[in-house]
């Protein structure tokens, strides 16, 4: 029998697709750091950064540590970042509001950070740009959030329709910026707004790492809640849940999460929403495992889309042009998918 139970687990096609899903950064973190005008294979790599580890003089061209250390790595781990963040984030919120039609951006984040943003570009100079799109995305989110709260309870509905009317508001206030800003400064907030990974650096990832890396054990360590959340208001409150709490946790995890690297990548929209769906369909709906697998797959995702995006044209796109255009059609193809009600 124990023979026999070995040989299933073995030939177990699930358990196979979950250890590839979980274990998919890292070809793509390989087969990143080859795409360039200098390949870097897989010794090569070990090469450099045994060297740099150890202190020892590099057999290869000095260009290549360079390339590897200050351009590439950096851009790679960012991209990873910000995927990983945005999946989980989106995998989170569609949890709780129990409709796959839910992005990280639906309660007016991505707004909030492009005002805040252009700001620190044209209005505010001695503001970091970080920190104005870190600021205002979570000042979005917090005030959609006290808009919806009546009673001590933030009923689902009347958190997106604050969402849509915060987003409104700070679209209107972008575009005063906008039309008020010489030419070089509305260059710059518009580029900003189409999610770029050009700009990676190691001071990009410093400060983009912890809120992420906190925020994604926190919501790992929650998963299985999401599981009694998404069953619904009041099966959850059935089963003594104290239903606001976490909501409230999950909310303000995945606004933090999401709002970090939006803060130094731009809006690089729809990965959110297409990542952790791809997920479900081939895994289920059990957060438990969907959880830490939209993480790795949308890390891996979005390197990957980033590859194209500086290595597929004789110039680079905006890695947010692409993934719009990939996400496009699976949002249509959910949108007539979904029932009204929202969540199969």
């Known amino acids: 029998m124990g023979g026999l139970r ?20 890292l070809p793509a973190f390989l087969v990143s750091m080859n795409i360039g005008t200098y390949p870097v294979s897989g010794p090569e790599l070990a090469e450099i950064i045994f060297s740099r580890l150890m202190g020892h003089d ?7 540590d360079t390339v590897v250390f200050n351009i590439r790595l950096p851009r790679i781990l960012l991209a990873m970042l910000v995927g990983a963040a945005l999946s989980i984030s989106g995998a989170t919120l569609q949890g709780i509001f129990r409709n796959p039609l839910v992005s990280p951006f639906i309660l007016g984040l991505s707004s909030g950070a492009a005002f805040g943003a252009a700001l620190a570009m044209s209005v505010f100079p001695w503001m970091p740009l970080q ?11 917090g005030s959609a959030y006290l808009m919806a709260r009546r009673k001590g309870e933030v009923p689902v509905i009347s958190l997106v329709l604050a969402g849509v009317v915060v987003s409104s508001v700070f679209g209107a206030l972008l575009a005063i910026i906008q ?19 050009s700009t990676a650096s190691w001071s990009k990832v410093d400060l983009a790492a912890p809120w992420v890396l906190v925020g994604c054990l926190i919501l790992i360590a929650l998963r299985w809640r999401l599981n009694v959340l998404a069953l619904g208001e009041e099966e959850a409150r059935s089963v003594g849940m104290n239903l606001e709490l976490y909501k409230f946790v999950f909310i303000v995890t995945a606004t933090l999460v999401a709002s970090a690297v939006v803060s130094v990548a731009g809006i690089i929209g729809l990965v959110g929403l297409i990542v952790p769906h791809m997920v479900r369909m081939v895994f ?3 957060h438990r495992i969907l959880i830490p697998l939209s993480l790795t797959v949308g890390a ?6 980033d590859d194209v995006a500086r290595a597929a044209f004789s110039f680079e796109v905006p890695v947010g042009i692409i993934t719009t255009l990939l996400g496009a059609p699976v949002f249509i ?4 998918a979904t029932r009204a009600g929202g969540w199969e």
């Open 179 to 197: 039309f008020a800003v010489d030419a070089r400064s509305l260059q710059s907030i518009v580029y900003w707004n189409m999610g770029t990974l």
């Open 58 to 64: 590099l057999r290869l061209p000095q260009v290549y």
């Open 131 to 141: 920190m104005g799109a870190f600021s205002f995305s979570l000042l979005a989110v």
């Open 333 to 336: 193809y959910l949108l007539r």
């Open 300 to 305: 891996s995702f979005l390197v990957l889309v």
């Open 6 to 25: 070995l040989s299933r687990l073995f030939f177990n096609r699930r358990i196979w697709l979950t250890a590839f899903a979980l274990l998919l950064p």
């Open 284 to 286: 289920g709906p059990d």
